[in-house]
């Protein structure tokens, strides 16, 4: 296969059942982008984990990090992201053990957030100032799949309003997207005053929280899929799909990379290590698309 897609041989590859992988992607060309569509997370999948020798912002830490928030609501932020982020990403912690806690830090969060007179038009400036980024080759990646009518579902645990900003600056965010994440309610002043529900963090990414959204039944015929992700809860986000044919599982391995390296390849077909680009995915993608 690496002849086909040159960036399988990149050095932050890892594949446990490369004949299995080769197969998937075989697979996809031959049911081609009609029968395609592609499912993927937001944070620390589509936006990079490092930039400039620092952990890029989540866009929950865009939000909790900026000038709007008060010096005392950015510790209690910074105390909780401490304390919880570590459970999120413990391997040796099962995903119902840690639901209940993760419901527990994004509940907290949200209500330090609606404190915090947070308004609507300060968004865009918000994300501006961030120096949040999208992974290298993101536009290639947005690009194609909208050239060749690729439904791209963005399915995150992150704060919706702040991420499609992040899309839209970089003026990327076509037609074949659709987000479903955790988006914030402003008052008629543009004041936050609550996040809509359901709740979804890391660990409930599934049909759970897509009831009345229809968005997979519409796209039943589409049975080859791609799903990106960089945790092991983002392994469910296709569970609501009628009709699986193919599904290929690209993993982005950040942090903690050696204890979570054997967990991520037994559950994803491709395993990124360290590797802050889009360069396997839209090599994945040019190979499927392209017409030979
Ligand atoms: N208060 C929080 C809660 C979560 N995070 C991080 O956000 C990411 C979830 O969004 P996805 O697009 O990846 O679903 C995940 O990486 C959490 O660690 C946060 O930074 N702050
Ligand atoms: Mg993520």
New binding site residues.
């Given amino acids: 296969m690496g002849f086909r897609v040159p960036e399988l041989r990149n050095a932050s590859v890892r594949i446990q059942h490369p004949e299995r992988a080769a197969a998937i992607i075989r697979s996809l060309k031959e049911q081609g982008p009609s029968k395609l569509q592609v499912i993927s997370?937001?944070?620390?999948?589509l936006s990079r984990f490092w930039c400039h020798g620092r952990r890029c912002p989540?866009?929950?830490?865009i939000l909790?990090d900026s000038r709007v928030i008060s010096e005392d609501g950015r510790k209690q932020?910074k105390d909780?992201?401490h304390y919880?982020?570590p459970i999120?990403i413990d391997p040796n912690r099962t995903p119902e053990e840690k639901q209940p806690l993760m419901v527990e830090?994004?509940s907290r969060?949200h209500e330090l957030l609606v404190q915090q007179n947070i308004h609507k038009e300060d968004i865009a400036q918000i994300v501006r100032e961030s120096g949040v980024m999208l992974r290298d080759g993101f536009k290639e990646w947005f690009d194609q799949l909208h050239e060749h009518n690729v439904p791209l579902f963005i399915?995150?645990?992150?704060v919706g309003d702040v991420?499609e900003e992040i899309i839209r600056q970089a003026n990327v965010f076509h037609a074949n997207i659709n987000v479903v994440?955790n988006y914030m309610d402003f008052d008629e002043n543009g004041v936050l005053r609550c996040f809509k529900g359901p709740l979804?963090h890391?660990y409930n990414?599934n049909n759970s929280v897509l009831q009345g959204t229809e968005y997979f039944q519409q796209l039943s015929t589409r049975t080859s899929i791609i799903l990106l992700g960089?945790?092991m809860g983002?392994l469910t986000m296709a569970d609501g799909v009628p009709n699986v044919e193919n599904i290929l599982k690209i993993g982005f391995l950040n942090d903690k990379v050696e204890e979570r390296m054997g967990k991520y390849l037994d559950a994803y077909d491709i395993v990124l290590e360290r590797d802050e680009t889009l360069d396997v995915a839209n090599g994945i993608l040019r190979y499927i698309l392209t017409e030979t």
């Fill in positions: 997370d937001f944070d620390m999948t989540t866009s929950h830490n909790s932020l909780l992201l919880y982020y999120e830090w994004w969060v399915f995150s645990a992150g991420l994440s979804i890391t990414k960089d945790s983002d």
